[in-house]
C-alpha cells in the first residue's frame, strides 16, 4: 500500500507519500480500507519528532479515518468485511489501509458521508472524555474553549450546546469569531484585541465560568484561573505556548477550583475502547439528530500532506481538514 512516511524530523517537506508494507491485523482488530483521514494537531507535532508514536502503534501519522472493513480477525464480533466505519487510531491514518483494534471502530453516523466521518473519532473522544466525562458540564453551567474554531472548538461549541451549556469561545479573527457564533456559541471573544478574563467576568455578573477546556497552556494558565468561577475545573488537553509556567496558588483555595489535564493518544486500547463506547452512547445521537456536524475545511490528496499541514499551521482554517488517498 502506499502510506505518508515522516523521513526524517522537519518541515511539511519531510511528508513522503511511499510504498510500504500492508498492516497486519491481530485477532482483536479490523484492517480498514481509507476513504479519508483527518489531521490533527499533534501530528504536525510527530512530524518534527516531538510526538513519537506509543508503543505498539503504527509509525506512519494519523489518528483518525473513515473507510471500509476489508478484513477481521477470529476475535471480532460486532465488525464485518464491507461495512462502513470510522476509527479512532493511534497512528497510521495516513495511508491506504490501516489496522485497529476493533473497539475503536464506530459505525458511520446517520446523515454523514463516509468522507466526512473521518473528522470526528478524534474530537468526539477528545471533548466527550474531558469536558463530559472528566470535568462533568452539566447543563445550565457554563462553559469556554479557547480556539473555538479549530477542529476541537468547533465540535466541543456544537455538544456543548446540545447538552444545555453556554458556550464561551476565544478565537483570533473577526471571521472565526462569526462562524462560531453561528455553531452556536453565545458569546465570542477576539483574543487578539480582548482581555478575556474582563469579558468572561462581564458576561458572568463578575462570577466566571464553570468549565475551560484549553490547549494554549502557559500563557494562559493564570487568567484561566482567574476566569473560573467557585468550584471550577480547568481542563488542559494542549500547551501551545508552552509547558512550563508559574501560578498565584492562592487563586485555587478560595474558589475551590481543580485543574485537569488529559490526552488521548496514550490512553490504553481499553481505555480507548470504554471512551469510544461512551462517544457512541451519548455523541451518536446528537449527530444522528443533525445538532453536531463535522466541520471540514478542506481535503487534500495523499499526495499533498506536506500542503495540508502548511495549512494547518498558517491557522488559517476553522474545522477539520482530511486527506484523501
Ligand atoms: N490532549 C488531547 O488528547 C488532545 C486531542 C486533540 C487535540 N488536542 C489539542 O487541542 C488543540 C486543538 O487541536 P486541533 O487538532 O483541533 O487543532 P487546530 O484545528 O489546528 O487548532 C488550533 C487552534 O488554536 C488556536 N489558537 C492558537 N493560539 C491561540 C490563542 N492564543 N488563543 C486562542 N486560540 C488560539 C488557533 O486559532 P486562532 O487562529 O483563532 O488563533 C487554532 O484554531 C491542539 O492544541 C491540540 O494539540 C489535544
Known sequence: MKAIVITTPGGPEVLQLQQVDDPEIKDDEVLIKVEASALNRADTLQRKGAYPPPKGASPYPGLECSGTVLSVGKNVTRWKVGDQVCALLSGGGYAEKVAVPAGQVLPIPPGV????????????????????????????ETFLVHGGSSGIGTFAIQIA??????????????????????????????YKTE???????????????????????????????????????????????????????????????????????????????????????????????????????????????????RLMESSEHIGKILLVP
Open 113 to 140: 458521508s463516509l468522507k466526512d466521518s473521518a473528522g470526528l473519532p478524534e474530537v468526539a473522544c477528545t471533548v466527550w472524555s474531558t469536558v463530559f466525562m472528566m470535568s462533568r458540564l452539566s447543563a445550565g
Open 195 to 309: 482581555d478575556f478574563v474582563t469579558r468572561v467576568k462581564e458576561e458572568t455578573g463578575g462570577k466566571g465560568v464553570d468549565v475551560i477546556l484549553d490547549c494554549i497552556g502557559a500563557a494562559y494558565l493564570q487568567r484561566n484561573l482567574d476566569s473560573l468561577n467557585f468550584d471550577g475545573t480547568l481542563c488542559l488537553i494542549g500547551f501551545q505556548s508552552g509547558a512550563v509556567t508559574e501560578i498565584k496558588l492562592n487563586t485555587l483555595l478560595p474558589k475551590r477550583l481543580t485543574v485537569q489535564g488529559a490526552a488521548l493518544r496514550p490512553r490504553s486500547r481499553e481505555n480507548k475502547a470504554m471512551v469510544v463506547n461512551e462517544v457512541e452512547k451519548n455523541v451518536w445521537p446528537a449527530i444522528a439528530a443533525g445538532k453536531v456536524k463535522p466541520i471540514i475545511y478542506k481535503s487534500f490528496p495523499l499526495s499533498d500532506t506536506g500542503e495540508a499541514h
Open 161 to 190: 450546546k446540545t447538552k444545555g451549556a453556554t458556550v464561551f469561545i476565544t478565537a483570533g479573527s473577526e471571521d472565526k469569531l462569526a462562524f462560531c457564533k453561528n455553531l452556536g456559541a453565545d458569546v465570542c471573544i477576539n
